[in-house]
């Protein structure tokens, strides 16, 4: 079993939909959550930041952390075509054999005009 | 302000050949990171360095090496390139304490 699993749809959606894209783990260390965005044929960057469990919202975006679940959540309201990319849920704790980071292998997202 | 570069950004070698992939980022960053990206399989560590002068092992190594002897820098060498590594590799730097880090732009390798 991985660490981390993440469905890699691709998920296609009408534009102004309301998208979750969604992370599950095993690992109950896991203390620090992202979510990463990655463009064709780019690098991943940040996109949203969260430590331990709770709510986090910027913008369009919130990100959701259930700890008790072990399930992690990134909610995009008003998709945009500029939203359309491959999303990609990563963690990291201290028990991850010396604080690395694990990554999901990514949902890819279509937003249609 | 460049962040993180990597070169060459496309390269075909055949089995056996060698080559390395040259990563520089000007965030002044103490962590730097080599991955691999596969198609469902995500992001792999390959090997990562804590500083200069000091490199480690990740989750895949097998068949890589690296050396940061500049802070600002950090080699991939493949010694005998093998078609098992046709892959996206991404180079990134973070801040001590690994959790939010700068990607560059990836190098699409492809081994025949």
């Known amino acids: 079993q991985k660490e981390v699993e993440q469905d890699p749809g691709p998920l296609s959606v009408p534009e102004g939909a309301i998208v979750s894209l969604n992370c599950t783990y095993s690992n109950s260390a896991f203390q620090y959550f992202m979510w990463y965005r990655q463009y064709s044929r780019k690098g991943p960057e940040l996109l949203m930041y969260t430590y331990s469990s709770g709510n986090k919202e910027d913008g369009r975006f919130t990100a959701q952390v259930d700890k008790s679940s072990k399930y992690i959540s990134l909610f995009i309201r008003d998709s945009q075509p500029s939203d359309s990319a491959t999303y990609l849920c990563a963690m990291s704790g201290a028990d991850t054999g010396g604080f690395k980071t694990i990554f999901g292998a990514g949902t890819r997202l279509f937003v249609k005009a | 302000n460049a962040g993180v570069t990597q070169t060459p950004k496309f390269r075909v070698l055949k089995t056996g050949q060698s080559m390395t992939l040259l990563c520089a980022q000007d965030?002044?960053?103490?962590?730097m990171y080599w991955y691999r990206q596969d198609p469902g399989m995500g992001l792999r560590l390959i090997h990562y360095?804590?500083?200069?002068?000091?490199?480690a092992k990740g989750e895949v190594p097998d068949g890589y090496n690296v050396s940061r002897l500049k802070k600002q820098n950090f080699l991939l060498g493949l010694e005998s390139a093998a078609p098992s590594q046709t892959s996206v590799y991404f180079c990134?730097?973070?801040?001590?304490?690994?959790?939010?880090?700068?990607f560059g732009a990836g190098t699409r390798l492809s081994v025949l």
């Open positions: 990134a730097s973070s801040w001590p304490g690994w959790n939010i880090q700068y």
């Open positions: 360095s804590v500083g200069e002068g000091t490199t």
């Open positions: 965030m002044n960053h103490e962590y």
